[in-house]
């Protein structure tokens, strides 16, 4: 059995708004239904940064320990858990736990649950050295899997993945992926192109657009620079009628009031960025005769998580990460405030 120590090292906010306080806090016992996961590495999601400004209409915990990218090692189960293991490799997503009885946990649609413990936000997340998750919502990671890596698929990837599948494109169509180059965008690129999709790539920069075209995007489109983003995107397929899907991962208004514009006919636009206190526009006489459907998308479900997870470990999802020190979130939050990261900063625990 793994010795596990009364305290360890977190990131905690004491108030909305910050800063981040690194300190020594006690180590919590997993109930019976729990398991207590070690977590080597964090991805820090864009979602920890609203929590810590408390821009969203939903109240965080109070002193919160952030985080929802966790990967690592099983150290204690509770008494009924019974398909989890000490040892075993785990990871603590978003949702940490539902009630799994509601309609939507019968259906699948957990992330739907009305009474859903959400790591990082609702309960303590992922950035300390061992965080509490429940055994029926952790995602099993198999053996000797790069933990450093895998951590931002844990939300960035299986939101992604999700919201690529509910956008229904097929093999050989088109999608924009807007906001590529941060987190999210940097992984649905990779997806996209797992997929059979041809992707558009909309962010801003140099490096960015390195990167997303490594990555696997046909085409970019610098929103800071073009003069017609709409006019861009829909230039950027071959017949010039846009993408059929656009997957919107981007962390301002705008471009949510863009998209129907410049999708396909009959095309999808999958809304995943949660911009604080943003709406969503579209002009009515172009939606009707288009045909055009506008969706939200949520996380996944722990389908939806496996199978993200089955892309990553067959190697067909490389995205780029920089790995940093727990200690030193809040430089990771100021970069990521001026959009500064070009895809993910992950966090080792030990440092
Ligand atoms: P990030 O900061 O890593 O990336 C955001 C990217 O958006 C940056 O590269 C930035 O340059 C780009 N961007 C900003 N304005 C843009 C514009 N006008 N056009 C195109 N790109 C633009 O953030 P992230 O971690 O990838 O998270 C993105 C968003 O997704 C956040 O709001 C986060 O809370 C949300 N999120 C939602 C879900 C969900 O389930 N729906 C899950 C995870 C994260
Ligand atoms: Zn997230
Ligand atoms: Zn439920």
């Known amino acids: 059995m793994p010795e596990i120590p009364t305290e360890q090292w977190a990131q905690v906010i ?140 844990l939300c960035a990837g299986i939101t992604v993945y999700k919201g690529l599948k509910e956008s229904g494109v097929k093999p050989g169509q088109w999608v924009a992926i807007v906001g590529a180059g941060g987190g999210l965008g940097s992984l649905a690129c990779q997806y996209a192109r797992a997929m059979g999709l041809r992707t558009i790539a909309i962010d801003s920069g140099d490096e960015k657009k390195k990167m997303t075209t490594e990555l696997g995007a046909e085409a970019f489109v610098d929103f800071a620079t073009s003069k017609n983003v709409v006019a861009d995107v829909q230039a950027a397929t071959p017949d010039g009628l846009g993408p059929h899907a656009v997957i919107l991962v981007a962390v301002n208004e705008k471009p949510f009031q863009q998209a129907a514009e410049y999708v396909r006919p009959r095309g999808t636009v999958i809304c995943i960025g949660l911009p604080a206190g943003a709406y969503l526009k579209a002009p009515v006489f172009e939606s009707v005769i288009k045909m055009i ?37 809040q430089m990771v939050y100021d970069k990521m405030h001026k959009g500064e990261i070009v895809g993910r900063y992950v966090l080792d625990t030990s440092k």
């Open 14 to 153: 004491e108030k909305t708004g910050g800063p981040v306080d690194y300190k020594k806090i006690p180590v919590q016992k997993p109930g019976p239904d729990e398991v207590l996961v070690n977590i080597k590495f964090s991805g820090v999601c864009h979602t920890d940064l609203h929590a810590v400004n408390g821009d969203w209409p939903l109240a965080t915990k109070l002193p919160l320990v952030g985080g929802h990218e966790g990967a690592g090692e099983v150290v204690a189960v509770g008494d009924l858990v019974t398909d989890v293991k000490v040892g075993d490799l785990a990871g603590v997503k978003w949702l940490n736990g539902s009630c799994l009885a509601c309609e939507f946990c019968q259906t699948s649609d957990e992330p739907l649950c009305p009474k859903p413990l959400l790591s990082g936000y609702t309960v303590d997340g992922t950035f300390q050295q061992y965080c509490i998750a429940k055994a029926a919502h952790v995602a099993r990671i198999p053996k000797g899997t790069d933990l450093a890596a895998i951590a931002p698929v």
């Open 293 to 329: 459907r506008i969706q939200g998308s949520y996380v996944g479900n722990r389908k939806d998580s496996a199978e993200a997870i089955e892309f990553f470990t067959r190697g067909l999802i490389k995205a780029p990460f920089k790995v940093v020190g727990l200690s030193e979130l």
